[in-house]
């Protein structure tokens, strides 16, 4: 299967914004929910921003009121757009299925937040 491609990332000061893409396989996309993910260096990643297929959205408490997750099912894409980044939201940024497949992860964007 062809990984997901995740894009946007880059370098942005404090309070600044981004949008991140994520393309997905057709079969992933359209059978399961779909996530954000970002993993800090040396630890674990972990799911920050969810929506399903009919649009149910869940955000982690970190990023929950600055963060928004959108998905459009004609382009099998998902969004994050990141407002009010804080020097604590520098990571690699992923997509995966929600609960994430385990051999379905792209490589990942950068987001590194720094004045």
């Known amino acids: 299967q062809v990984q997901p491609v995740e894009s946007g990332g880059g370098l942005v000061q404090p309070g600044g914004s981004l949008r991140l893409s994520c393309a997905a396989s057709g079969s992933i996309f359209s059978n399961n929910a779909m996530g954000w993910y970002r993993q800090f260096p040396g630890k674990e990643r972990n799911m920050i921003a969810a929506?399903?297929?009919?649009?149910?959205?869940v955000y982690a408490d970190a990023v929950k009121g600055r963060f928004t997750i959108s998905r459009d099912n004609t382009k099998n894409t998902i969004y994050l757009q990141m407002n009010n980044l804080k020097l604590e939201d520098t990571a690699v940024y992923y997509c995966?299925?929600?609960?994430?497949?385990?051999?379905?992860w792209g490589q990942g964007t950068q987001v590194t937040v720094s004045s």
């Open positions: 995966n299925a929600i609960p994430f497949i385990h051999n379905y």
């Open positions: 929506i399903t297929r009919g649009g149910s959205i």
